[in-house]
């Protein structure tokens, strides 16, 4: 398996095609884009029988090594099995079994409306960021441990990306983390996970903005390619490849749990920013999953929603960035979406660097077909069974509530705005599986506001929010993060 860029021209640096080892501790390819296989591997039904009965390690390992071609199958084995544990993955509620790694939870069962909860957030910081980042710090360790080398992660978080990527990362050899977040903009639960770590190889960075202006540095310091080699960067985010193919298992997992044959199809709602955990699942789907419907489901951040509906994507400033109470979702440049775009124009390269260069030169692009637009491939959206739909604090707080009183359950708010979309595009016949974002409990805030009581909290977090933390306050200004990313790592500036 080979892979290229989104932005692989004639005149691009990386028109040359790279294996899974050569792109696994970057992120951006050279010319700015983002790396895709050659082609998507396809899975026969064959396959989908077999996987039925396998744990979610060895079905992690099956569908990895249809992408990783170039790790040896034992030690690719050897690196599923020690992620993919009842221990790593621990925090499962009380009637759920941590052997299960996702767990469904069937919320409404009738000929006409099935909604399934699919839980994500039984790793160590409680957010489905965990399902891919415990891999990837796995990864990151085998591969530099065989060239003896050594490598500093620099990222950005809106809120649960950060903790995980630190979780994995902590006391890893060779590794060191630099971690963007915006100045106060997280919940109280999810700064305090991240800036309690007191690890010398973590460093996180509260920047003062929104989390577009982190994601903004991350991109242009990695299109900076001497400082990138020199400073040996990497990174966590999702635009990492490898981070998103470790998120096309649980789609796997997910509709091989909810179905009895092949001939079945599942759908999915994915609350989602920044695109990437929804990308897997059109992976997954182009992989041959039966899948119906993709649904991306929003926050009053609604870009997404918005090019769903219309063919217009829109980049909002800083200014027009919603603070809400799903944070982790405030986002207004998503960016594994020129995954998606890539191949909805036929994987023309040149068509889609032209659109993303248009969306830095003019905010946006639109695909509608209207006059003066700049294409009409929207129809084809269709074809990829995407829908998409948003959700406001209010209905969060309507959905906390519901899902409480008729289920006894408690969900966070990423996972209600899920809901409430799903609930609009449920269909007959067809299942819907929710992806669980986070446990309620890494926003309490909202949980206290909602049902007049705290969530409850796995042992060992009790009192996070009072252990003293460790950070440092930065402007977005690339010049001044350069240099204190070389400061700390030691390497020749």
Same mark, same amino acid.
């Given at each position: ?76 084995? @050897? ?103 915006? $100045?106060?903009?997280?919940? #109280? ?13 973590? $460093? ?12 903004? &540095? ?10 990138? *080699? ?77 090019? /769903? ?30 995954? /998606?775009?890539?191949?909805? *124009? ?12 248009? *969306?830095?030169? $003019?905010?946006? +692009?639109?695909?509608?077909? #209207? ?6 491939? +929207? ?6 069974? +995407? ?44 299942? &819907? ?16 506001? #909602? ?9 060992? /977090? ?24 070389? @400061? $700390? ?5």
């Amino acid at each position: 398996m080979q892979y290229v860029s989104t932005r692989a021209t004639s005149a691009s640096a990386a028109r040359n095609p790279q294996q899974f080892s050569d792109i696994l501790l970057g992120g951006l390819a050279p010319d700015g884009g983002l790396y895709l296989p050659e082609q998507y591997p396809q899975v026969t039904s064959a396959e989908l029988d077999a996987w039925r009965k396998l744990s979610y390690a060895e079905l992690a390992y099956e569908i990895l090594r249809k992408f990783a071609t170039d790790i040896p199958d034992a030690d690719l084995k @050897a690196l599923t099995a020690k992620t993919y544990t009842p221990e790593v993955y621990k925090n499962a509620r009380a009637d759920e079994s941590a052997s299960q790694i996702t767990p469904l939870r069937v919320l409404e069962q009738a000929p006409e409306r099935t909604l399934i909860l699919q839980g994500l957030s039984n790793g160590p910081t409680l957010a489905f960021k965990d399902m891919a980042m415990q891999l990837l710090g796995n990864l990151f360790e085998y591969a530099l441990a065989k060239n003896g080398d050594e490598l500093n992660i620099f990222g950005a978080t809106s809120g649960d990306t950060g903790s995980a990527a630190e979780y994995a990362m902590r006391g890893k050899r060779g590794i060191r983390v630099f971690m963007l977040s915006p $100045h106060k903009k997280m919940s #109280a639960f999810q700064t305090a996970q991240m800036f309690s770590l007191q690890d010398p190889n973590i $460093h996180n960075i509260a920047v003062e903005g929104v989390f577009d202006d982190c994601q903004d &540095m991350v991109k242009a310091v990695s299109n900076d390619l001497e400082f990138k *080699v020199r400073q040996k960067i990497g990174t966590v985010n999702s635009i990492n490849w490898a981070r998103v193919v470790a998120q096309v298992v649980y789609y796997f997992r997910g509709y091989l749990s909810a179905t009895t044959s092949n001939d079945q199809k599942v759908s999915f709602t994915v609350p989602s920013g920044n695109f990437g955990n929804i990308c897997a699942g059109h992976i997954a789907r182009m992989m041959g999953l039966p899948i119906a419907k993709l649904v991306v489901a929003t926050n009053e951040n609604n870009v997404l929603d918005e090019f /769903f509906r219309t063919g217009v994507y829109r980049v909002r400033k800083s200014s027009e960035t919603y603070h809400t109470s799903s944070p982790s979702m405030d986002i207004s440049k998503a960016s594994n979406f020129e995954r /998606f775009v890539y191949d909805l *124009v036929g994987r023309d390269a040149d068509r889609t660097h032209a659109l993303f260069r248009k *969306v830095d030169t $003019h905010g946006g +692009f639109d695909l509608s077909g #209207a006059p003066g637009s700049d294409g009409d491939e +929207f129809k084809l959206v269709a074809n990829y069974g +995407f829908q998409s739909g948003c959700s406001t604090h209010e209905d969060r707080l309507a959905t906390i509530r519901d899902v409480f009183d008729d289920y006894g359950i408690t969900i966070d708010t990423h996972t209600a705005d899920g809901i409430k979309v799903a609930r609009e595009h449920v269909e007959p016949g067809v299942p &819907m599986i929710v992806l669980e974002t986070a446990l309620a409990a890494k926003f309490n805030e909202t949980i206290l506001e #909602a049902l007049g009581t705290d969530a409850a909290r796995p042992a060992g /977090f009790e009192d996070i929010e009072t252990l003293p933390q460790r950070f440092v306050v930065m402007q977005p200004n690339v010049a001044e993060m350069k240099q204190f990313i070389a @400061a $700390h790592t030691g390497l020749a500036k």
